[in-house]
Nanobody, 123 residues
Framework: VQLQASGGGLVQAGGSLRLSCAASGRTFSRYAMGWFRQAPGKEREFVSAIGWLDGSTYYADSVKGRFTISRDNAKNTVYLQMNSLKAEDTAVYYC?????????????????WGQGTLVTVSS
């Protein structure tokens, strides 16, 4: 499985971005997908996840109400819509796929990782 994240960039605080993650493989519809981020000098942290079985979603408290994860199985793509961005959202964002779980919220559950896309929010 190969994952290609895109959509990062520079945005002012309060603005929006949509990240995309395109996946290879014919069984994307059965992958749990997630987004993580790593800010400079910090450890990678969970942002959001979406299950394959029922489309259930999870969010970190820090992004709840501002970010929305979704998936399009026909396009083998998962999205992260980020609204009301804050300076503290600045990070490299990684998408990941888990093949053993319906939904996963820890990085240890994920089997494949994309290369990351940089989001910079200016205050």
């Amino acid at each position: 499985v190969q994952l290609q994240a895109s959509g990062g960039g520079l945005v002012q605080a309060g603005g929006s971005l949509r990240l995309s993650c395109a996946a290879s493989g014919r069984t994307f519809s059965r992958y749990a997908m997630g987004w993580f981020r790593q800010a400079p000098g910090k450890e990678r942290e969970f942002v959001s996840a979406i299950g394959w079985l029922d489309g259930s979603t999870y969010y970190a408290d820090s992004v709840k109400g501002r970010f929305t994860i979704s998936r399009d199985n026909a396009k083998n793509t998962v999205y992260l819509q980020m609204n009301s961005l804050k300076a503290e959202d600045t990070a490299v964002y990684y998408c990941a796929a888990a093949v053993r779980s319906n939904i996963a919220t820890t990085e240890y559950e994920y089997d494949y990782w994309g290369q990351g896309t940089l989001v910079t929010v200016s205050s």
